[in-house]
């Protein structure tokens, strides 16, 4: 069983709210700060896409193991950096994406392996939002971020 110790933000006031909000003992201004607490063993990486990997690699050579959401990281260079550092640090760096566990696709994916109903020739996806849902500062949008829709739904 996990405790959640402490709760950080870039704006301390946000962790704070955040904090007595979700009856979390503690709040940090700073990431940094929560790196630094010796209580916490595991840290959920929540920020943006093109951050998980900056944060997952501090955060393993603070000493920490690190769920972080999906998608893993921007791109093949940052999961492999993130990988070899998990290794150097001997700590485990897991991605927060239950499909990989779920029962469900476990059977899809028995059944494409079986050959059964033939050969995959193609797949489609397509992300589709309520109007409004998704502002034009957040950051889906923003490709400095790795933001986009391949990119969300990965
Ligand atoms: N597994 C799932 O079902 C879901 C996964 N996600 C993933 O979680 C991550 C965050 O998504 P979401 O919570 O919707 O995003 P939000 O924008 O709501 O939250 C991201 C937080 O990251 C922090 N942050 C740090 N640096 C920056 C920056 N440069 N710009 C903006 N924010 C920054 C901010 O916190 P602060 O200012 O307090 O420091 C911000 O609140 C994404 O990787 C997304 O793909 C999202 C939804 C569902
Ligand atoms: O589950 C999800 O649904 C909406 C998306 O924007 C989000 O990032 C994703 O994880």
Same mark, same amino acid.
């Given at each position: 069983?996990?405790?959640?110790?402490?709760? !950080?933000? *870039?704006?301390?006031?946000?962790?704070?709210?955040?904090? @007595?909000?979700?009856?979390?003992? @503690?709040? %940090?201004?700073? %990431?940094?700060?929560?790196l630094d607490d010796p209580?916490i063993d595991a840290i959920?990486i929540? #920020?943006?896409?093109?951050?998980h990997a900056e944060w997952a690699i501090k955060s393993m050579k603070a000493g920490k193991r690190v769920l972080i959401?999906?998608?893993l990281c921007?791109?093949?260079?940052e999961a492999k950096a993130i990988f070899e550092v998990a290794q150097q640090t001997g700590r485990v760096a897991l991605?927060?994406? &239950?499909?990989?566990? &779920?029962? !469900?696709? &476990?059977? #899809?994916?028995? %059944?494409? =392996?079986?050959?059964?109903?033939? @050969?995959?020739? @193609?797949?489609?996806? *397509?992300?589709?939002?309520?109007?409004?849902?998704?502002?034009?500062? =957040?950051? *889906?949008?923003? %490709?400095?971020?790795?933001?986009?829709?391949?990119?969300?739904?990965?």
């Amino acid at each position: 069983m996990a405790t959640i110790v402490a709760i !950080a933000s *870039r704006e301390l006031s946000k962790a704070q709210d955040g904090a @007595k909000k979700f009856g979390i003992p @503690k709040a %940090y201004g700073t %990431y940094e700060e929560m790196l630094d607490d010796p209580e916490i063993d595991a840290i959920y990486i929540s #920020v943006p896409n093109g951050l998980h990997a900056e944060w997952a690699i501090k955060s393993m050579k603070a000493g920490k193991r690190v769920l972080i959401e999906k998608p893993l990281c921007a791109n093949v260079d940052e999961a492999k950096a993130i990988f070899e550092v998990a290794q150097q640090t001997g700590r485990v760096a897991l991605e927060a994406f &239950h499909w990989q566990f &779920h029962p !469900a696709a &476990h059977v #899809v994916k028995s %059944y494409v =392996d079986s050959g059964k109903y033939g @050969k995959v020739l @193609k797949t489609s996806a *397509r992300m589709v939002t309520p109007k409004n849902s998704m502002p034009s500062w =957040d950051i *889906r949008w923003k %490709y400095d971020l790795a933001g986009g829709a391949t990119m969300d739904e990965t």
